[in-house]
């Protein structure tokens, strides 16, 4: 994959709207609202359990959720890590915190306005690796 691929997965993800009723997705908005915050990706399964646009969010809300706590394992290793390589070794934890960080806000903005808009985005890259609730 070059970068040109790359850029344009990221600045464009993949759109699965269409696959989904519309008045299943403006009933249901609420719900993928409050499942792009990773800690309640759950909800839409509680508050729309037949919906499959809420059985969307719910997966993609998993997803992030995952994604936040292997990043959070692997800045935590990372740190401790780079902790042992002088001077360097201080600025390369925070550009990998930076990096992790970016990546993860990236990605619950990306869902969040996804969902206010009434859209159905996947996660870049890795939108298909969780498909827990069907």
């Known amino acids: 994959m070059n970068l040109e691929e790359l850029m344009n997965q990221i600045s464009h ?28 990706f759950w909800l839409p399964l509680v508050i ?3 919906s499959p646009y809420g059985k969307f969010c719910a997966n993609q809300g998993l997803t992030l959720f995952v994604l936040n706590i292997i990043v959070s394992i692997a800045t935590t290793a990372g740190g401790k890590i780079l ?4 001077l360097i070794g201080g600025i390369l934890n925070w550009v990998f915190d ?20 009434g859209k159905a985005r996947k996660i870049p890259f890795i939108g298909n690796m ?4 069907k």
């Open 83 to 86: 902790s042992y390589i002088p």
């Open 48 to 50: 729309a359990k037949e």
């Open 98 to 117: 930076l990096a992790a960080f970016a990546v993860t806000t990236g990605a619950f903005l990306l869902l969040l306005i996804s969902a206010c808009q």
């Open 13 to 40: 993800p993949e759109d699965v709207t269409s696959t989904f009723y519309p008045d299943d997705i403006k009933a249901n908005q609420v719900s993928g609202i409050l499942a792009s915050f990773p800690v309640l």
């Open 130 to 133: 969780i498909e827990a609730f």
